[in-house]
């Protein structure tokens, strides 16, 4: 498997977490263990859209518009794009204003286009080997109050271990 696969592996498997926590605390049956959780491109209950790596159309082009998920409440008029990287560990810091940023626009034409009164961008940035920054647990909460910062760090450093040991052992055949 490449390394880019691998790399987009790891990054789903924390947004997998995460997507699977957000359908749970709806009460959309998901299975019991997170990691058999498939991805679901959009779901709608009640009030509420969330969306898994799709395009939003907006009436400007924009370089940015397609984040890892989108929730989208629109009876109380509000809108959270959570955009997911695990860098390595010196480039949190970076990556995590990066994210923030990146989607400026795209909260822009929103917030027109959806009529939201609120919308933010929500970082979850966690290093491969775990590290993440101070108000991370912060930004987790924003989303839902059931995300542990621990199961996503476990899960961005299984992913890296995971890699590692098969680089390791692909190097073995001496």
């Known amino acids: 498997m490449p390394a880019g696969t ?3 592996k790891r990054h789903n498997n924390v947004a997998c977490y995460i997507h699977w926590n957000l ?22 209950d009640r009030d509420t859209t969330i969306t898994w790596d799709l395009k939003i159309i907006t ?20 809108a959270q794009v959570l955009d997911i990287a695990v860098p390595y560990d010196t480039n949190v810091v970076s990556k995590t204003a990066e994210k923030i940023t ?13 009529e939201v009164r609120k919308i933010q961008t929500i970082p979850i940035v966690v290093g491969t080997f775990g590290t993440v920054c101070k108000n991370f647990t912060y930004c987790l909460h924003k989303v839902s109050p059931h995300i542990r ?25 001496c």
């Open 6 to 8: 691998k790399y987009t």
């Open 23 to 44: 359908l749970k605390e709806r009460g959309i049956e998901v299975p019991v263990q997170w990691w058999k959780h498939v991805l679901i491109a959009s779901v709608i």
């Open 59 to 78: 009436n400007k082009s924009l370089e940015h518009n397609r984040p890892d998920i989108v929730l989208h409440n629109k009876k109380e008029g509000w």
């Open 102 to 114: 990146k989607y400026r626009d795209l909260e822009i034409l929103l917030k027109q286009n959806w």
């Open 149 to 173: 910062t621990g199961v996503v760090q476990k899960t961005a450093v299984l992913g890296t271990a995971h890699m590692k040991r098969n680089i390791l052992t692909d190097n073995m055949d």
